[in-house]
């Protein structure tokens, strides 16, 4: 283990300004996953569990679904949610007993809700999960396969939970992975950049919105 007093959002910098591996790129046919921009974890107003991201994370990720669909490619909006006993949370349910613990997020309430600055359309397709990954016992392979679907756009939160077990799944299972950095967010700034980092350096391209933007503006121009 190699000592350091620095922070992990230098650590990420400095990755970022001299990377160790080469950058993996984007395949042919791309899709976007949005990760559990719901309520519970956006509207700072209304609920303790949620927390403020980057200021330009909403219009990136909106920006993000429009050139994606403009190329074609399905807009995924992931959700958590679980039956009213909390049944099917597995080990979630033993982690708090508090009114605000996870397992006792039902399908009808309003922390399930997705944001309503999202630009939903209506064939994008809300996913509903119950653990970390959006692929972990849901159907989103299965769909993502449909559509021949070969790099995945993911954002969303929490940087070192669910954006992290979706990106390592996505890795996993074969897709080239992208996660703009301003649309991604977490509760705590050091865990956000620890994973950030892990995310640049072991399963995927953390790469600034814009540059992504004009990755995707480019590939529409080209089709």
């Not at 630009?119 to 692929?135: A, V």
């Not at 954006?163 to 890795?171: C, E, I, K, N, W």
């Amino acid at each position: 283990m190699i000592p350091t007093d620095k922070t992990s959002k230098q650590i990420f910098r400095d990755y970022q300004a001299a990377p160790r591996v080469p950058e993996r790129g984007l395949g042919q046919r791309i899709a976007q996953i949005n990760v559990d921009l719901q309520r519970r974890y956006t509207d700072t107003a209304s609920f303790p569990t949620a927390y403020d991201g980057h200021p330009r994370q909403f219009e990136g990720v909106n920006a993000l679904a429009a050139a994606v669909r403009k190329l074609g490619g399905p807009v995924v909006w992931a959700y958590v949610a679980y039956l009213p006993d909390g049944a099917d949370a597995g080990m979630w349910s033993r982690l708090s007993t508090t009114e605000w613990a996870l397992h006792k997020v039902g399908h009808d309430s309003p922390q399930a809700e997705l944001d309503p600055r999202l630009d939903i359309k209506d064939g994008d397709l809300t996913l509903h999960k119950r653990m970390s990954s959006c692929f972990f016992e849901t159907h989103l392979a299965s769909y993502l396969n449909w559509h021949r679907i070969d790099t995945v756009i993911v954002t969303g939160g929490a940087t070192s939970g669910c954006v992290r077990g979706t990106v390592m799944d996505a890795l996993s299972l074969g897709y080239h992975v992208c996660v703009p950095e301003e649309t991604v967010a977490d509760r705590e700034e050091g865990a956000h950049f620890a994973n950030l980092y892990d995310i640049a350096f072991k399963y995927g391209d953390v790469k600034p919105l814009d540059e992504v933007l004009a990755q995707l503006a480019r590939r529409a121009t080209e089709t």
